[in-house]
């Protein structure tokens, strides 16, 4: 997952003007845009292998998710692979977290891949969620 996060994408042009010239070179490798060419098909195997991937690589995947989901637009393919896997890491820290209630303390990466994420995943499970919900309360009358 490391290679894909600086490998497979490249530095970001548009902030290169923000930075100052001591840190241009380390900005490079704080804003990268990924290549959908490679960060497809890994999103994909990535998300059909979510539960083994987060009990192995929990913010190393998160990592991964937050990147390709904070530059990509959101009609852009990988999205919904990318925001399963961000559910599935979030279900994952939180699991942990129930046990060992310490363990999600510098686990801010996995939240924001949450969030990145909402609108492919949250969102349209909540609107199911409440329509389930309208549908059993209408049909008491």
């Known amino acids: 997952m ?6 497979a994408s490249f530095p970001d042009p548009r902030l290169r003007s923000f930075v100052s010239e001591e840190n241009a070179e ?10 959908p060419l ?11 292998h979510a539960e083994d991937v987060a009990a192995v690589a929990l913010k190393k995947g998160a990592a991964v998710c937050t990147l390709y989901l904070r530059n990509m637009p959101a009609e852009m393919l990988g999205r919904k692979e990318a925001a399963h896997f961000a559910l599935v ?3 994952e820290l939180q699991d942990q977290v129930a046990a060992y209630p310490y363990s ?20 349209p499970a909540l609107y199911a969620n409440l329509a389930s919900n309208n549908r059993q309360d209408l049909s008491r009358f």
């Open 104 to 123: 999600g303390r510098d686990s801010k990466v996995v939240y924001e891949a949450l969030l990145f994420g909402e609108e492919k995943i949250l969102i």
């Open 2 to 7: 490391d290679r894909l996060l600086l490998v």
């Open 26 to 35: 380390a900005s490079e490798s704080w804003f990268r845009i990924p290549m």
């Open 38 to 48: 490679y960060w497809i098909p890994a999103l994909i195997i990535f998300s059909a």
């Open 89 to 91: 890491l979030a279900r």
